[in-house]
């Protein structure tokens, strides 16, 4: 099976008043092509970290990371930002949609920043609405739909680019526990749909069992 991600000694330190302090210890860790792997740990154990630099959003103090055999810490700034838009689709707790765009607007958002033409995407726009579960809603705008939906428009506005990885970052956060069975639910058909490998941070145990590995972090390593 495929390699998507691999990790060897990773260390990530920052800086407060002079005092160096080591948020991630050394991880080592392979994701294969397919996988839905959840990651958990307390508050400060270093999960949200090890995501940001998985997703070439952070640089790491020590080691190396790989996103389909490319080393990203090799990367420059615009490699990387291609990286970040052609391979990898974030999806963050708080929702980040521009207010006053539609629902597709929102999520061909990616495509017009990156100055595609976004007439070309429109059978595969219609595919990921229905998939998502959103269809009739394209044309509402984001203080139009419950808290759930705009989860959805986010993971939608993720899939656009067909990235080969979503990372998400406490992704139900923010979400009554209807609306996180209905994003876990699609998480799950997305993985199974696209065989897009998903690996969430969460601290919840209910919402990472969504997942086909659990990796459990504290105090900054693999336990």
Do not use: C, W
Not at 10 to 17: D, E
Not at 32 to 59: C, Q, R, W
Not at 156 to 168: H, K, V, Y
């Amino acid at each position: 099976m495929e390699n998507i991600i691999k990790i060897n000694d990773l260390h990530k330190s920052f800086n407060s008043n002079h005092v160096e302090f080591e948020v991630l210890k050394g991880i080592n860790l392979e994701i294969n092509e397919g996988e839905f792997v959840s990651i958990m740990g307390p508050s400060g154990s270093g999960k949200s970290t090890l995501l940001y630099l998985m997703g070439g959003l952070d640089a790491p103090s020590k080691g190396d990371i790989y996103i389909n055999d490319k080393k990203i810490d090799d990367l420059n700034d615009k490699q990387l930002s291609i990286l970040r838009q052609e391979e990898i689709g974030f999806v963050f707790q708080f929702y980040n949609l521009v207010q006053h765009l539609s629902v597709e607007e929102n999520i061909l958002l990616p495509l017009t920043i990156q100055g595609k033409n976004t007439k070309k995407h429109e059978a595969y726009l219609t595919e990921i609405l229905e998939a998502v579960g959103l269809l009739d809603k394209r044309k509402s705008l984001p203080r139009e739909l419950s808290g759930g939906q705009q989860q959805r428009v986010a993971i939608a506005r993720a899939l656009i680019n067909s990235p080969r990885i979503i990372l998400a970052d406490e992704p139900t956060g923010n979400l009554d526990s209807k609306a996180t069975k209905e994003i876990m639910d699609l998480f799950k058909k997305i993985n199974k749909l696209y065989k897009t490998v998903i690996v969430q941070v969460t601290h919840s145990k209910e919402t990472a069992e969504y997942g086909n590995r659990i990796i459990n972090v504290k105090d900054g390593i693999l336990v």
